[in-house]
């Protein structure tokens, strides 16, 4: 076999190992309430997710619900004519008094749980 037919069948094996490792927005969902039970993850009063622990796949977690938020976000923020950062910060509270005790919550820069 040549080289190049080793590289290209390489990368063919790459690639489909990587996609098959990729999270999508549904299943990111799905494991959310692990990552956050875990300690993996928390609310941030921003209105994101802040990774707690970088372990397993909490930052593509974090990403992805993270960019469906900031869609919502801005979405929310254009019909009622707002401040995104306005959106983001009500949000934020709104997340953080929803979690539950045990889980983290971002205060001041700090991790602490709840």
Avoid: C
Wanted: no cysteine; glycine share 8%.
């Amino acid at each position: 076999m040549s080289l190049y037919k080793r590289f290209a069948s390489l990368l063919l094996l790459l690639s489909l190992s990587l996609s098959a490792a990729a999270l999508d927005l549904n299943q990111a969902m799905s494991a959310l309430g692990n990552a956050k039970a875990s300690g993996q993850l928390g609310e941030m009063p921003n209105g994101y997710l802040g990774v707690v622990k970088p372990e397993g796949q909490a930052a593509e977690i974090a990403r992805l619900i993270n960019q469906a938020r900031r869609a919502e976000y801005q979405k929310l923020a254009s019909q009622n004519g707002i401040a995104l950062s306005d959106v983001e910060a009500i949000a934020g509270q709104k997340a953080i008094d929803k979690t539950p005790a045990g889980h983290y919550i971002q205060v001041q820069g700090k991790w602490l749980r709840k």
